[in-house]
């Protein structure tokens, strides 16, 4: 059962432009969404995060939109740039019961950011 | 700080060998994860530690064990090579068992035949 679903699976933009990614949960123990970006052939590190008691994080170019009622969050990436160009994972995490908290990822977009 | 180092970055293993994934931290996090990661299915978490000698099972376990008998260390052993453990791994690492922000090894590229 995916608990976090990711849209859409791929995405081409043109440079200049805006770069959004949507995301959904169901469950309501997550309290914590990151935002991790990957480059080919390297791990995933995390770009933006946001609690769910605030409705909007900017960090540079990249903001983080969330709405809890309607249990959804995106990513907007404004004035996108080819280095841009990666796979972006939304995730959530929720307290595991076993004295940590347990990331769970969507299955990622691709993103291309074409001059 | 190397952070999180894993070795090999390669692999290929026939079916039905065994072999151990390497995963090392440098940060004295207490929380260290195993994830892979397959096309179009995002990273499912493996198996995870949260200190030394405490391991529990994550989304994907059957397969593949783990130990961890000092913080910095944490290997991934597949006991017996099936073609469906081809995959990208990653181990992670925490600081502190609260912490949100997880820093993830470069990746493991294993391909079983």
């Known amino acids: 059962q995916q608990q976090v679903k990711q849209s859409p699976q791929s995405l081409i933009v043109q440079k200049g432009g805006i770069s959004i990614i949507n995301c959904a949960y169901e469950?309501?123990?997550?309290?914590?969404f990151p935002w991790y970006q990957q480059f080919p052939g390297k791990g995933p590190a995390l770009l933006i995060a946001?609690?769910?008691?605030?409705s909007e994080k900017k960090e540079g170019r990249f903001t983080i939109s969330f709405n809890k009622s309607a249990k959804q969050f995106s990513l907007h990436i404004m004035d996108s740039q080819p280095g841009d160009s990666a796979t972006y994972f939304c995730?959530?995490?929720?307290?595991?019961?076993?004295?940590?908290?347990?990331?769970?990822f969507g299955k990622g977009t691709k993103l291309s950011v074409i001059p | 700080n190397a952070g999180v180092t894993q070795t090999p970055k390669f692999q290929v293993l026939k079916t039905g060998q065994s072999m151990t994934l390497q995963c090392a931290q440098d940060?004295?996090?207490?929380?260290m994860s195993w994830y892979r990661q397959d096309p179009g299915m995002g990273l499912r978490l493996i198996h995870y530690?949260?200190?030394?000698?405490?391991?529990d099972q994550g989304e994907v376990p059957n397969g593949y064990n783990v130990s961890r008998s000092t913080t910095e260390d944490f290997p991934l052993r597949l006991l017996s090579a099936a073609p469906s453990q081809t995959s990208v791994y990653f181990c992670?690492?925490?600081?502190?068992?609260?912490?949100?922000?997880?820093?993830f090894g470069p990746g493991t590229r294993l391909t079983v035949t």
């Open positions: 995730a959530a995490t929720a307290y595991s019961g076993a004295g940590s908290y347990q990331l769970t």
């Open positions: 992670a690492s925490s600081y502190g068992l609260t912490s949100h922000e997880q820093y």
């Open positions: 530690s949260v200190g030394a000698g405490i391991t």
């Open positions: 469950n309501t123990a997550f309290d914590y």
């Open positions: 940060m004295n996090h207490e929380y």
């Open positions: 946001i609690r769910p008691d605030v």
